[in-house]
């Protein structure tokens, strides 16, 4: 199978996270901090030492920090209603998934800022959008429909001038793109473990700097202080409510340690290669159009002209696995000027090659050729 979907989730993991997560579900299933038995305290060791290989990872100094949670998804939710419990203003992009949009959209007072049309971002453009309630910035740090990567960095100091949270969306770019939270002057910084970090479904997980800074808004089980009818104010107990899925934290945490060894600089550049390299290829195709940048992770986003995305990437999925369509992330399609059609997106993984990218265009062609006149 030719599979090209890794922007929705990594196929193939590295041997260690599978044989972690199958060791760890026979052996290590107990509830992590739900009491002093054995059982109890290796699963909670398994919690702690992913906690660690994370922070390592994205630069955190404070592991405590970092809770886990199913995916980036309920991770983003947590941060946007934590922080604007209270009201206030949030800024957004035009290029965010509706993770974010839809938290944005629920919350009622938000500034979509614009993207060029190749989902670039400009910084100027989130500072223009300050106002003198506003007490988030979100930006994704790259798009789950192209691959363009966002200057979040830059947008982290904007925030930080101005005394605003500020969140990064590294549902994208985890394993695969250097996610440094110092560096990038990060409040929050949501993230998914089976895309780039390799790692089971199901995992993902959030920074936060200051738990000051935002309300729980999931109440529950913790194990730690119990006799109270509120929830803990501390990290990570504060978001991370009920039984954790420990097999799969342990995997995840492999594939940290994984993506450390290979070296996320190595991983990335190797998507990114593959990405430019049908990037080009399919700009040289008469009937096809392509969108983004060259500086992307590993998704390249393109139409066959004058062919629904959907139609043709039926066509493509008899030979190979791509996604079409919206890719929950509708605004960004106004950005690319897709808004109509769509997009078939082909996402390279770390285990893919130069010969898939050969193959990949082979198909494309024929299928473009397929419907030419």
């Known amino acids: 199978m030719l599979y090209l979907d890794n922007s929705a989730t990594s196929f193939r993991k590295p041997a260690c996270v599978y044989g972690t997560f199958f060791f760890n579900t026979l052996f290590n299933s107990a509830n992590a901090g739900r009491g002093l038995h054995k059982p109890s305290l290796r699963a909670t060791k398994s919690i702690v030492e992913a906690q660690e290989n994370i922070a390592r990872l994205i630069n955190v100094q404070r592991p405590?920090?970092?809770?886990?949670?199913?995916?980036?998804?309920?991770?983003?939710?947590?941060?946007?209603?934590?922080?604007?419990?209270?009201?206030?203003?949030?800024?957004?992009?035009?290029?965010?998934?509706n993770s974010v949009l839809r938290p944005a959209f629920y919350h009622g007072l938000y500034t979509v800022v614009n993207a060029d049309k190749t989902g670039y971002v400009d910084p100027i453009r989130i500072k223009e959008a300050i106002r003198p309630d506003t007490k988030?910035?979100?930006?994704?740090?790259?798009?789950?429909?192209?691959?363009?990567?966002?200057?979040?960095?830059?947008i982290g100091k904007i925030a930080r001038?101005?005394?605003?949270?500020?969140?990064?969306?590294?549902?994208?770019?985890?394993?695969?793109?250097?996610?440094?939270a110092e560096k990038m002057?990060?409040?929050?910084?949501?993230?998914?473990?089976?895309?780039?970090?390799?790692?089971?479904?199901?995992?993902?997980?959030?920074?936060?700097?200051?738990?000051?800074?935002?309300?729980?808004?999931?109440?529950?089980?913790?194990?730690?202080?119990?006799e109270l009818p509120t929830q803990p104010r501390i990290m990570p107990d504060m978001l991370q409510t009920g039984t954790i899925n420990t097999p799969a934290v342990a995997?995840?945490?492999?594939?940290?340690?994984?993506?450390?060894?290979?070296?996320?600089?190595?991983?990335?550049?190797?998507?990114?290669?593959?990405?430019?390299?049908?990037?080009?290829?399919?700009?040289?195709?008469?009937?096809?159009?392509?969108?983004?940048?060259?500086?992307?992770?590993?998704?390249?986003?393109?139409?066959?002209?004058?062919?629904?995305?959907?139609?043709?990437?039926?066509?493509?999925?008899?030979?190979?696995?791509?996604?079409?369509?919206?890719?929950?992330?509708?605004?960004?399609?106004?950005?690319?000027?897709?808004?109509?059609?769509?997009?078939?997106?082909?996402s390279f993984g770390y285990f893919n090659r130069k010969k898939d990218v050969d193959k990949i265009a082979d198909i494309v062609w024929n299928t473009a050729k397929h419907h030419e006149g």
Do not use: W
């Open 64 to 97: 405590q920090n970092i809770a886990f949670c199913q995916n980036a998804t309920l991770a983003i939710n947590m941060i946007i209603s934590g922080v604007l419990d209270g009201g206030g203003h949030i800024i957004v992009t035009q290029m965010d998934h």
């Open 136 to 154: 988030l910035i979100v930006c994704t740090h790259a798009s789950n429909v192209c691959g363009t990567i966002e200057p979040v960095a830059k």
């Open 161 to 180: 001038e101005n005394g605003i949270l500020f969140l990064i969306d590294a549902a994208q770019t985890l394993g695969c793109v250097e996610v440094d």
């Open 185 to 226: 002057n990060a409040d929050f910084i949501a993230f998914s473990g089976h895309k780039g970090l390799m790692a089971p479904l199901g995992t993902g997980g959030v920074y936060v700097r200051d738990e000051t800074t935002l309300r729980p808004i999931i109440m529950g089980g913790t194990g730690s202080q119990s």
């Open 251 to 346: 995997a995840m945490s492999k594939a940290a340690l994984y993506v450390m060894r290979e070296g996320v600089t190595a991983i990335g550049e190797k998507e990114h290669c593959l990405a430019n390299r049908l990037s080009s290829k399919l700009m040289n195709m008469g009937n096809v159009s392509v969108y983004g940048r060259a500086f992307r992770t590993g998704a390249v986003a393109f139409n066959i002209n004058n062919v629904g995305s959907i139609e043709a990437a039926n066509e493509i999925n008899k030979y190979a696995v791509v996604r079409a369509g919206y890719h929950c992330a509708p605004l960004a399609h106004k950005a690319l000027g897709t808004q109509k059609t769509g997009a078939i997106r082909v």
